[in-house]
Nanobody
């Protein structure tokens, strides 16, 4: 069992910044990566970024590359998403996830947090 809890969401104007955090607990031995997804109402849940557990290599969706930075502190079992230069289209519920089959699809992740809302106004 793995528990993931997000924090740090809020409202910000376009061009502003937010930092999301995800605290992980439980059995993480089979987890190969952690990542962030986002979902706006009525849309599919889309991949944002991932970080590998061992190498800490990072991967980003084209829409956020250069603006968002994902990182993981293995010792503290936390993951962060620093979001800069936010745009209204970044508005969504953001979820942290952990999985074994890392990638862009939700099916590759086994555990999910409950989400934290990010709202970016024009």
């Amino acid at each position: 069992q793995v528990q993931l809890v997000e924090s740090g969401g809020g409202s910000v104007q376009a061009g502003g910044s937010l930092k999301l955090s995800c605290a992980a607990s439980g059995y993480l031995s089979e987890t190969n990566c952690m990542g962030w997804f986002r979902q706006a109402p009525g849309t599919e849940r889309d991949w944002v970024a991932s970080v590998l557990m061992r190498s800490r290599d990072t991967y980003y969706a084209p829409s956020v590359k250069g603006r968002f930075t994902i990182s993981r502190d293995n010792a503290k079992n936390t993951m962060s998403l620093q979001m800069n230069s936010l745009k209204p289209e970044d508005t969504a519920m953001y979820y942290c996830a952990a999985g074994t089959a890392c990638g862009r699809l939700t099916g590759g992740y086994n555990y999910w947090g409950q989400g934290t809302q990010v709202t970016v106004s024009a």
